[in-house]
């Protein structure tokens, strides 16, 4: 089964301890798309500006990522520029200019209609509910979100979260939507707040995914170089939708080995500047690192 | 078999935001022991003053912890205040009085001779080769160790660091002994400090467990009621310990479930005031703490 996206596709401009990289292609949609496809075929939606270039769409094409849902509106791509911290745990944005995503309104394609995995990217809590319009009933829909949306627009985010199936976001983004310093406890919050599935990433301390029926922890696949961490927890959603949509099976096996296909593609993308490690990834890549995941956390 | 362990015991007055709990029976040789004391007996070496009351000696003896290396010297009992923050995750000491501990010698009785587990708890360097002197060349000793010695006696560190078998450190002192700020390189970096095995204490995230033949990530016990933090540390060592001497074996398979009766350990001490739920806990409550450990961590 196919997997749809909703989210940004950005130029990013990245200082790392390691270098810098200007004006490379970035945004939500963009680093879910590019892990998700080494799992099944992808559908995106998204907006670009006039300067987007005809090689990055030849990229997703070539890669399986359907662009027909990437609307090329009058104006500039939204553009990013930041600076990560020595040990890369925090990051300042230098700059952002919205641009031609300011106002995205996503419109779904009609040869995109019947897609029953759906993951609404980190985006307004407004425009995440349109999307949710646009979709099957059925499909199996999960969403990501940010601090800014937790405080400024709760009860939008509330209500999304009362539609969608699962939610996929951080520790301290969890900590803040449910007012608990206990993870174990905040995550069971947010299962009364409507997802049947909850997914708390937690960076290099790998994660947790809650349900009324059971929990499970994740630690993260050891990753000993971190070069760029831009794209990290879209990367993990695109391994976990992808593979989900792969196998077209909500089980309990597949949501947890869906976990590990998630912190895999979190770990090769990581290890490059920008989206280069999930371009060059190969199945054969992440199978080899499932392997050692499983020694790394089989007791 | 039995365990040895080398360590403080203390009088502990203790604030968190759950209540606050005044000279209570503290230490890391008291949390070591009534953690490891679940599994095997126990041989303690430690140091108290003439305040020290016989109810607490009592106690030990009735949960099969040898005292007879608990020497009682003139003067009084060290003694530690404390106040955690709201979210538990940072602490004031508010008075520390080492009184007896100050210039602790310790000094193993004839009848602890040939233990062959041996946990050396954090103190001065120059105290713990005091006590590899005393023990079995052929012993497996285990050590912790703080930032002050890390800060301070970096040199009598790395001696002891090359005698020892293990190291359990937290990810700040590893991050500290190392300068590396991926755990897993620190890892690494700990290894070819001398100790075969080394295991990093992530609190809430879990623990590591390195050596030069494997890597091992164990999330913790999913505990939602934190009451206590003190001594969860050395509980973890205690419960580490305690089950690896019980099986008198330093196989793979040990090591991993070693960690698992680690986490276990400190999550119950956690959960409620001082040493309450080390004093109170059952093996049957460990074994079925295990059983919901394996559900929450197995892929």
Redesign the interface.
């Given at each position: 089964m196919a997997v749809l996206v909703v989210g940004s596709t950005a130029f990013d401009t990245i200082e790392t301890p390691h270098g810098k990289r200007e004006r490379c292609l970035g945004g939500s949609a963009t680093y879910f798309s590019l892990a998700a496809k080494l799992f099944t075929t992808v559908k995106m939606v998204s907006v670009v500006g006039e300067d987007f270039p005809d090689e990055h769409r030849e990229l997703f094409a070539t890669h399986g990522v359907d662009t027909e849902g990437l609307e090329t509106k009058p104006g500039k791509t939204f553009a990013w520029s930041g600076r990560y911290s020595?040990?890369?745990?925090s990051r300042d944005t230098l700059d952002v200019a919205l641009n031609t995503f300011g106002d995205f309104q996503p419109v779904l394609p009609e040869s995109y209609q019947g897609t029953k995995f759906v993951f609404l990217a980190n985006g307004a809590p407004g425009t995440q509910a349109s999307v949710l319009d646009q979709i099957d009933a059925s499909a199996f829909s999960v969403a990501d979100t940010m601090d800014l949306w937790i405080d400024t627009a709760r009860d939008e985010l509330g209500a999304v979260l009362r539609r969608v199936d699962g939610l996929i976001l951080n520790d301290e983004e969890t900590k803040m939507l449910t007012g608990e310093?206990?993870?174990?406890?905040a995550g069971?919050k947010v299962l009364e707040m409507g997802p049947k599935l909850v997914i708390i990433k937690?960076g290099?301390?790998?994660s947790f995914l809650f349900s009324n029926y059971?929990?499970?922890?994740?630690?993260?696949y050891?990753?000993?170089?971190?070069v760029d961490p831009t794209g990290a927890g879209d990367s993990f959603a695109g391994g976990f939708m992808g593979f989900i949509a792969e196998c077209d099976s909500l089980s309990l096996w597949n949501m947890?080995?869906a976990m590990?296909y998630g912190t895999i593609c979190a770990s090769l993308n990581v290890e490059g500047f920008g989206v280069d490690n999930l371009v060059a990834a190969t199945r054969n890549q992440l199978e080899r690192r499932y392997q050692e995941?499983?020694?790394?956390?089989?007791?």
């Open positions: 020595a040990d890369m745990n310093s206990n993870l174990i406890r069971r937690k290099e301390h790998g059971f929990q499970y922890a994740l630690p993260a050891p990753t000993d170089q971190v947890k080995r590990a995941l499983i020694q790394f956390v089989s007791l």
